[in-house]
Antibody
Framework: QVQLVQSGAEVKKPGASVKLSCKAS????????IHWVRQAPGQGLEWMAIINPSDATTSYAQKFHGRLTLTRDTSTSTVYMEVSSLTSEDTALYYC???????????????WGQGTLVTVSS | SSELTQDPAVSVALGQTVRITCQGD??????ATWYQQKPGQVPILVIY???KRPSGIPDRFSGSSSGNTASLTITAAQAEDEADYYC???????????FGGGTRLTVL
């Protein structure tokens, strides 16, 4: 079955960087873009970025420009997201999700990874 | 970037029908997608391509759209439908996506 399995929880100090992984299985990795979405404690979902595993094309939410780097490893069907210059406001659950589209008016995320908790604390 | 606006909280009596709405200019050109998230769980897709349900989603969930408003309707709401619901759409003109702020549904 289609699965996205994310790396384990991280604890980082302010100013540090964190690199999260999302390993895909059960489908052709190159055929679906991968999104990253985060959710701060008690807050809503926030879209962060997307990567095309086929050619590594990326797009980042303007809010995060300059602090995010998405990469992929096609040999292991894994997508990585590095977040730099962490602050306490980056404490959140980070999800990856597979993209689907009808190529006209609708895009959707399915399935989602289990999430990775990142805690930023001094 | 564009915004999607949802009511923060909605309640419905058990067995009654409830509509959760999502408003935004981009919805006049894009279809909203709807996700359900229960406490401590990963979001799941409940409506995509305006009104399509993934397999496993009960047919009491339906989607619709009019102008710049998308709606998720739950007919004969059940206790297990109590959750947060988020709308999402791709922004126009660039590769950006946006979520609504979420609606907490309480089933009374």
């Amino acid at each position: 079955q289609v699965q996205l399995v994310q790396s384990g929880a991280e604890v980082k100090k302010p100013g540090a960087s964190v690199k999260l992984s999302c390993k895909a299985s059960g489908y052709t990795f190159a055929r679906h873009w991968i999104h990253w979405v985060r959710q701060a404690p008690g807050q809503g979902l926030e879209w962060m970025a997307i990567i095309n595993p086929s050619d590594a094309t990326t797009s980042y939410a303007q809010k995060f420009h300059g602090r995010l780097t998405l990469t992929r490893d096609t040999s292991t069907s894994t997508v990585y997201m590095e977040v730099s210059s962490l602050t306490s406001e980056d404490t959140a659950l980070y999800y990856c999700a597979r993209d689907h589209s009808d190529n006209t008016h609708s895009w959707w995320f399915d399935p989602w990874g289990q999430g990775t908790l990142v805690t930023v604390s001094s | 970037s564009s915004e999607l606006t949802q009511d923060p909280a909605v309640s419905v009596a058990l067995g009654q029908t409830v509509r959760i709405t999502c408003q935004g200019d981009i919805l006049s050109r894009r279809y909203a997608t709807w996700y359900q998230q229960k406490p401590g769980q990963v979001p799941i897709l409940v409506i995509y391509a305006k009104d399509k349900r993934p397999s496993g989603i009960p047919d009491r969930f339906s989607g619709s759209s009019s102008g710049n408003t998308a709606s998720l309707t739950i007919t004969a709401a059940q206790a297990e439908d109590e959750a947060d619901y988020y709308c999402n759409a791709r922004d126009t003109g660039d590769d950006q996506w946006v979520f609504g702020g979420g609606t907490r549904l309480t089933v009374l």
